[in-house]
């Protein structure tokens, strides 16, 4: 009798994987998505800045909310993660097997899958990452993500369900396809025919960090904006207003707030994502 594995459809296989390493990433790394949320959403002080750093708002953190604090918005975040990322692999799965028949990618194959797969993903669960947002930011009250979900269908409507849209879409798409270029290509420049199979976890992990760093750099800003529109959907009707706003209050500087959690997690988060996705793939005998 054939093993249930067998029987799945290569795409649900697929979401299956990229949820599993989604829900992995997400439970190790949710202490560094609520620090970059916390600070970019200080407000300034007297002479027009904040003081408080990472390691500073970390101790504040701890203290004040004891240290399960730090997992604070881990609920949303799951319920976000382990079907968003999902929806992400198996997406990325399905346009490979359709247009890249038995190749790799080119370089610009790879950052329009990359940005394809992420907006189609991005575009389903943002109701929930608002949710996510308000819960980290520690100035919303709501009992569960179903309640918090009705609270702002009921008080918003959609407009508030799909507030910050644009800024995510500019702040995700982006980072998947230049995450995805730089992560392809780095893994075809290595010698991995010749490399040792116990040593290709290692590999894979290594190349998602490089990509990481530098995917999340060019995409800091549009995460700064995307977390004051979810936060104040009423007064930021546009992301020019957001956009706005930062600056006045903050500067340049305040377009890279939260920059150093926020690599910290997406650099280590995407490169485990990436490393579990792949060899659970290979164990089921199909190719990410």
């Given at each position: 009798?054939?093993?249930?594995?067998?029987?799945?459809?290569?795409?649900?296989?697929?979401?299956?994987?990229?949820?599993?390493?989604?829900?992995?990433?997400?439970?190790l790394f949710q202490p560094l998505d609520l620090l970059k949320t916390?600070?970019?959403?200080?407000?300034?002080?007297?002479?027009?800045?904040?003081?408080?750093?990472?390691?500073?708002?970390l101790f504040r953190v701890v203290r004040t909310e004891s240290l399960l604090g730090l997992w604070k918005g881990v609920?949303?975040?799951?319920?976000?993660?382990?079907p968003g990322v999902?929806?992400?692999?198996?997406?990325?799965?399905?346009?490979?097997?359709?247009?890249?028949?038995?190749?790799?990618?080119?370089?610009?194959?790879?950052?329009?899958l990359g940005v394809t797969a992420r907006a189609v993903s991005g575009i389903c669960m943002l109701p929930v990452t608002v949710v996510k947002t308000r819960y980290e930011s520690g100035k919303f009250g709501y009992g569960s993500v179903y309640g918090a979900l009705k609270n702002i269908y009921q008080t918003e409507g959609v407009r508030g369900m799909?507030?910050?849209?644009?800024?995510?879409l500019l702040r995700d798409a982006p980072f998947s396809g230049i995450y995805l270029m730089f992560y392809t290509q780095t893994k075809n420049l290595t010698p991995q025919?010749?490399?040792?199979p116990v040593l290709m976890p290692l590999l894979n992990f290594g190349c998602g960090i490089f990509a990481g760093i530098l995917a999340s750099l060019a995409t800091q800003p549009a995460d700064v904006i995307k977390t004051h529109m979810q936060l104040?959907?009423?007064?930021?009707?546009?992301?020019?207003?957001?956009?706005?706003f930062i600056y006045k209050?903050?500067?340049?500087?305040?377009?890279?707030?939260?920059?150093?959690p926020r690599a910290l997690r997406r650099t280590l988060m995407a490169a485990m994502a990436w490393t579990v996705y792949e060899q659970m793939m290979e164990k089921m005998g199909l190719k990410s």
């Open positions: 009798m054939p093993r249930r594995e067998a029987e799945m459809h290569p795409v649900l296989k697929a979401f299956v994987c990229g949820s599993i390493s989604g829900t992995c990433s997400t439970l916390r600070l970019q959403t200080l407000q300034p002080a007297v002479n027009g800045s904040s003081r408080a750093g990472m390691v500073t708002l609920s949303p975040s799951f319920a976000r993660c382990i999902g929806i992400y692999f198996s997406t990325l799965y399905m346009m490979k097997q359709k247009f890249l028949v038995d190749r790799s990618p080119t370089a610009l194959e790879s950052v329009l799909f507030s910050g849209l644009t800024a995510t025919d010749e490399l040792d104040s959907p009423q007064k930021y009707r546009r992301t020019s207003q957001a956009i706005a209050d903050f500067g340049l500087a305040g377009f890279f707030r939260g920059g150093v």
